[in-house]
């Protein structure tokens, strides 16, 4: 069983920036697939970043938030990492990091789906104001 537990959340104004941090406390990912997804207020959950087990293939949203975003893994610490850069408020929400030991094959249509992710952490906030 793997448990997965973010940080690094919190209030940053307009144009600043944040690292979460997601650490898995039992077991280990350093074989799956890692993602982050995140949550605003009455909105569904969506897809942010995603990286593959090696590290060597990573998806964004789109295009825009790669110019801002950065996903990275430590497999020896079994952690991975969103740095986050000139951030607005419509980056605000809960930011979830998700474990996808059934993601293997690296297309949008599986890596960025919610429901092929089997372990998700409880959330960490990020609220972008001024």
């Known amino acids: 069983q793997v448990q997965l537990v973010e940080s690094g959340g919190g209030l940053v104004h307009p144009g600043g920036y944040l690292t979460l941090s997601c650490a898995a406390s039992?077991?280990?990912?350093?074989?799956?697939?890692m993602a982050w997804f995140r949550q605003a207020p009455g909105k569904e959950r969506e897809f942010v970043a995603a990286?593959?087990?090696?590290?060597?293939?990573?998806?964004y949203r789109d295009s825009l938030l790669k110019g801002r975003f950065s996903i990275s893994r430590d497999n020896a610490k079994n952690t991975v990492a969103l740095q986050m850069n000139r951030l607005s408020p419509d980056d605000t929400g809960v930011y979830y990091c998700?474990?996808?030991?059934?993601?293997?094959?690296?297309?949008?249509?599986?890596?960025?789906?919610?429901?092929?992710?089997?372990?998700w952490g409880q959330g960490t906030q990020v609220t972008v104001s001024s």
């Open positions: 990286i593959s087990w090696s590290g060597g293939n990573t998806m």
């Open positions: 039992e077991g280990t990912v350093s074989r799956y697939a």
């Open positions: 998700a474990a996808g030991p059934r993601v293997r094959d690296w297309t949008a249509e599986t890596v960025t789906t919610p429901t092929k992710y089997d372990y």
